[in-house]
């Protein structure tokens, strides 16, 4: 389809595993978010990019969190020695314009990877 | 900083009742105010938006007025129907751009 389209859609982890998340927005969209969504909460903003570059991470929660955009396109999430507390649905949007002000506020969203940490 | 209040769920109706869904917000400046939904199965979707006060939003029946006296953007539905069942969220954004700040969500359950 011609949405945002998130792998895997269910995780299972082990506690110190390292997981990636796989997000492939919209083709063409500029801007891309990820969020985390703990049960029952509404979505937090983990990080955003404008094209390849990272242009906000202010929301991750610690340096085991990381993620990349190389080419402007795919992005994935990593999380290194997961954490319990890691559990939670992670949420990927993109939009066609930029963050800043330029934007309409319709984010686009896949239906997210739930990631279980036991 | 900015921040999202929502009234908690769940709220259980019956099809044809009143919904109303309760948000209020802080934040510096003139944020832009958004309704998103999300139905079961998913992911999130606009619903309606407003962009300075007094504006109203209003899609699928669904409307919302930007209150700045009040800092409120409540959601509100005449009659609602079974398919109005979901989680709906209420969220900022700061510069009228896509940086979106959420509530928690407030779960809708319509019976029939």
Redesign the interface.
């Known amino acids: 389809g011609a ?2 389209s998130q792998s895997p859609r269910y995780k299972v982890a082990k506690r110190g595993q390292d997981v990636a998340l796989r997000c492939d927005p919209i083709s063409g969209h500029v ?1 891309l ?1 990820w ?1 985390q969504q703990a049960l ?6 983990l990080t ?1 990019f404008q094209n390849e570059a990272q242009l ?1 991470k202010s929301g991750l929660p610690s340096d085991r969190f990381f993620a990349e955009r190389p080419e402007g396109s795919v992005s994935t999430l990593k999380i290194q020695r997961t954490q319990q507390e890691d559990s939670a649905v992670y ?1 990927c ?1 993109s ?1 066609p ?16 990877s739930r990631l279980t940490v036991l | 900083g900015d921040s ?1 209040t ?1 009234m908690e769920g769940p709220v259980t109706l019956s099809e044809e009742a009143f919904l109303t869904i309760n948000c209020t917000y802080t934040a510096t400046g003139y944020p ?1 105010l ?1 309704w998103y939904v999300q139905y079961p ?6 619903l309606l ?1 407003a ?1 300075k006060a007094d504006d109203k939003g209003s899609n699928k029946g669904f409307e919302a007025t930007y209150r700045k006296e009040t800092t409120s953007f409540h959601l509100e539905k005449g009659s609602v129907q079974v398919s109005d069942s979901a989680v709906y ?1 209420c ?1 900022l ?1 700061p ?11 407030t779960r809708l359950m319509v019976k029939p």
């Open positions: 949405g945002v801007s978010f969020y029952g909460q509404g979505p937090e903003f955003y906000d949420l949007a939009t314009t930029g963050g800043g002000g330029a934007g309409t506020g319709e984010l686009f969203f896949g239906e997210g | 999202v929502q832009s958004f199965g998913e992911g999130l979707q606009l938006k962009t969220f969220a954004s510069d009228a751009g896509n940086m979106l700040t959420f509530g928690g969500g």
